[in-house]
C-alpha cells in the first residue's frame, strides 16, 4: 500500500485565470484543454500514480463547470466539492473546506501548475523532519518571475525572496504542499488569505520546510505558459505505470572528474552532460544519481559541503533545462564495509523502492568499471561513458559493459533506441 492511499489532497480549482482571458475567457482556469483534456485531468492523474484515493476540489469562478465535467468519481479516485461564492485566496480556500480535509496532514496543490515528482517519497521526507508544513521545491533557470524560497542544508525554509529580488537560477516553490491540521486552523475563517504571501512566511522558525524534489516543472498562468503545455505534456507523460530509471553516476559522467571535489565552484558540467539529461527525461524516464563519497568518511569535507556542492550541480544543469529526479549519497569510508557503497546495490535497490521501479530495466551509466559492476549485479543495462576514467576503462576491454559510448547525449540516443524498440520509455 503507498503511503498517501490514506491520504486526503485537495487542489486549488477557482483561479479565474484572469490573464489567460484572451485564450480561454469561457471557463475556470483548470479546465483549460491541453492535449484535448482539461489540464486538471493531468494533476487527477499524478494523484491516481501517487495512491491516492480522495481528493477536495476548491471551487470558485465557475464551479459549476468543474463539477459537471468531473463529477464524484475519476477512476479509483472520490471527488468533493468545496465550493465558494467570493474569492478566498488560497488559504481562505483551505479554511473553507477544513471539514472535509480529513487526513493529517493533507496534500495541498495548485491547479494552475504541474511538477513531476514523486509524491510518496515527498511525504516519507516531510515525515522523518517531522514538519508542521513542507513545500515542494524545485530548481529552476531563472527565479525572476516565481521568487526564490532559500533553505538550509536541512530543508528549514529561511527566507522567501520576491519576484523583484530574485533571479538567477535558483529554489522555486513548485505549488504542491503537506500542511497538518495545525497550519490549517490556524487559518483565520470567514477571510481572504493568501498562503504563499501569508501564511507560509508565519510559520518560518516553526517546523516549515521545503522538499528540493521537483522535476520538470509547468504554470499555464500566462498565455505564453499555457501555449508551452501541450509540448510539456508530450515529453513529460503522465503514466500510471511503473517507471524506468537511468541511474547516473555523478563525477566523471555528469561533471568534470576532480579529486575528492570540495569546492561548490569547482562544479563544472561535462559537455552533453545536461542534454543528455533532458532528452532522457524528455522519454519520460526517472533520472537520479547514485554516487560514493568516501571524502565524507575519510574527513576531507562534511556533508554541508557536499549539499552545496549538489545545489551547484542542480543549478548549472537547471541553466541548461535538465533536472534529476533524486541524488544518492554514500559517504562511508570504504573500510566501515556499509551496504550503499557501490559496486553495492544498496542505494540502488533504495531509488528502486522510492519509484516503484524494476531494476533489471534500469539503465546504469558511469565511467568507472564500478559503476559497470553495479549495474550487472543488479541485471540492469549497463553504459561506460568515455568522459572522466571511462576512456582508460574502454581502452582496457571496458569492464564487460553493454554499450561504450561517447558521453551522456549519445548515451540518451542509445537508451531512446532500445526504449524505442521495445514499445515503451
Keep these: ?114 511538477c513531476q515528482v514523486d509524491l510518496n517519497a515527498f511525504m516519507r521526507w516531510h515525515k522523518e523532519r517531522r514538519a508542521v508544513a513542507s513545500l515542494l521545491l524545485t530548481w529552476v533557470s531563472d527565479t525572476g518571475r516565481y521568487g526564490r524560497v532559500v533553505v538550509d542544508e536541512e530543508g528549514v525554509v529561511q527566507n522567501f525572496e520576491e519576484k523583484s529580488c530574485a533571479g538567477g537560477a535558483g529554489l522555486i516553490n513548485a505549488g504542491i504542499y503537506l500542511l497538518s491540521r495545525e497550519v490549517l486552523q490556524s487559518i483565520p475563517p470567514h477571510t481572504a488569505v493568501s498562503l504563499e504571501r501569508e501564511v507560509f512566511p508565519s510559520w518560518i522558525g516553526r517546523g516549515l ?42 563525477d566523471g559522467t555528469i561533471n568534470v572528474e576532480k579529486h575528492y571535489l570540495s569546492d561548490p565552484n569547482g562544479v563544472e ?17 526517472k533520472v537520479v544519481v547514485v554516487t560514493n563519497q568516501s571524502a565524507i568518511g575519510r574527513g576531507y569535507f562534511d ?21 534529476v529526479d533524486r541524488i544518492y549519497v554514500c559517504p562511508h569510508h570504504p ?41 550487472r549485479r543488479v541485471g540492469a543495462t549497463t553504459l561506460l561513458v568515455r568522459t572522466g576514467y571511462g576512456a582508460e576503462v574502454a581502452a582496457q576491454g571496458g569492464a564487460g559493459a553493454d554499450y561504450v559510448v561517447d558521453d551522456l547525449a549519445e548515451a540518451a540516443a542509445v537508451i531512446e533506441r532500445l526504449t524505442r524498440g521495445q514499445g515503451d520509455g
Design 335 to 375: 573500510d566501515e564495509n556499509c551496504a550503499c557503497r557501490k559496486p553495492k546495490p544498496g542505494l540502488l535497490e533504495h531509488a528502486a523502492q522510492d519509484f516503484q521501479a524494476d531494476l533489471t530495466q534500469a539503465f546504469i551509466i558511469g565511467d568507472k568499471a564500478i559503476d559497470i559492476e553495479t549495474g
Design 269 to 285: 558540467l561535462l559537455p552533453n552532460a545536461a542534454a543528455g539529461i533532458r532528452r532522457m527525461r524528455e522519454l519520460g524516464l
Design 209 to 250: 520546510y521545503g522538499y528540493a524534489g521537483g522535476g520538470s516543472f509547468l504554470d499555464i498562468g500566462t498565455p505564453e505558459s499555457y501555449a508551452a503545455a501541450q509540448h510539456f505534456f508530450q515529453h513529460h507523460p503522465v503514466s500510471p505505470s511503473p517507471c524506468r530509471l537511468v541511474i547516473l553516476d555523478r
Design 303 to 323: 556533508h554541508d559541503t557536499l549539499e552545496r556542492i549538489q545545489g551547484r550541480l542542480l543549478a548549472l544543469l537547471a541553466a541548461e533545462g535538465a533536472t
Design 1 to 114: 500500500m503507498k503511503i498517501l492511499s490514506m491520504t486526503t489532497a485537495a487542489i486549488f480549482a477557482g483561479g479565474p485565470g484572469t490573464r489567460l482571458r484572451p485564450v480561454i475567457s469561457d471557463r475556470p482556469k483548470v479546465l483549460a484543454p491541453v492535449n484535448g483534456r482539461p489540464f486538471l485531468a493531468y494533476l487527477l492523474d499524478q494523484l491516481l500514480e501517487a495512491g491516492v484515493r480522495r481528493v477536495v476540489l476548491c471551487t470558485g469562478y465557475l464551479g459549476e463547470q468543474v463539477q459537471q465535467i468531473f463529477g464524484d468519481r475519476y477512476g479509483a479516485l472520490s471527488l468533493v466539492y468545496s465550493q465558494e461564492s467570493e474569492p478566498m485566496g488560497t488559504g481562505g480556500a483551505l479554511r473553507l473546506a477544513l471539514s472535509l480535509l480529513d487526513s493529517d496532514p493533507v496534500l495541498v496543490m495548485n491547479g494552475d501548475s504541474y
